[in-house]
């Protein structure tokens, strides 16, 4: 079993002994139960890493760690980023979740003119928080030592500005006439993949994201949910460019 990953604000010229504690020494000592001998990761969650091994563990919320050196993971190529439209109740969570888990790269909150849910004020930042703090709390559970990046919520302008970027951009949607498993990509550079709301992407937003560059494609012939669209088609991205190889 490959070891337990703990987050960490800095990785910058620590020592060889290094003390874990707050939430994340609490979580380690009380929850994980990691004794003297074990190893664990450290990572900032931006690529910087580093492998210790257990030398003590004090009360509750100090484990005592023999640190190896630094390492900085380089970004993956081609870069993938999905723009996820907001789903009802706690199925972005859900989704957030399992695209980290697949290793979706970046992950944009789409307010689609059809989403249900809309972030608005107080309750649209602690919505965002939420998203964070999950694609966190996947990526320590997946082993990742570089979380994906969850960007503040998007217009439609703004993501066809994005799409407008991208080496190759995609809408998964019903009138696709190509499927995404059929599709040419790119070797490098970056993917960006509009997963629409339960309501569907409308005609106008369609014709923007066309405007940009991005052509409807189908993944299969089911329809499925938006929380698990993205998990999907990130999958077959990664397994068609290699990334999974």
Do not use: N
């Not at 079993?1 to 010229?13: G, I, Q, S």
């Not at 789903?87 to 972005?92: A, E, F, L, V």
């Not at 966190?136 to 030592?145: F, P, T, Y």
């Not at 969850?150 to 190509?178: I, N, P, W, Y």
């Amino acid at each position: 079993m490959t070891a337990p990953v703990f987050v960490v604000d800095r990785l910058d010229a620590v020592g060889r002994e290094f003390v874990l504690d707050g939430p994340e020494g609490r979580h380690a000592v009380s929850v994980k139960r990691l004794r003297p001998g074990e190893d664990v990761v450290l990572t900032d969650g931006r690529g910087r890493w580093t492998e210790g091994v257990v030398t003590a563990a004090e009360g509750k919320d100090r484990l005592v760690l023999d640190l190896g050196a630094v390492r900085d993971e380089p970004e993956a190529s081609p870069r993938i980023t999905v723009v996820q439209a907001l789903p009802k109740g706690d199925r972005g969570e859900v989704s957030v979740e399992t695209m980290t888990e697949v290793g979706v790269d970046a992950i944009v909150p789409w307010q689609a003119s059809r989403c249900i849910t809309q972030w608005r004020g107080e309750r649209g930042l602690k919505a965002l928080g939420k998203w964070r703090a999950t694609a966190r709390e996947a990526g320590k559970q997946s082993r990742r030592v570089r979380f994906p990046e969850v960007a503040d919520a998007a217009s439609t302008k703004e993501v066809a500005a994005l799409l407008a970027g991208a080496d190759f951009a995609a809408v998964l949607h019903e009138s696709g006439e190509d499927r995404l498993a059929t599709a040419e990509l790119p070797a490098g550079g970056e993917i960006v993949l509009v997963v629409g709301p339960e309501g569907g992407v409308s005609p106008e937003e369609l014709a923007v994201f066309a405007e940009a560059g991005a052509r409807p494609y189908v993944l299969g012939p089911t329809v499925l949910r938006t929380s698990t669209a993205g998990t999907a088609a990130a999958a077959l991205l990664l397994g068609r460019t290699g990334r999974w190889s």
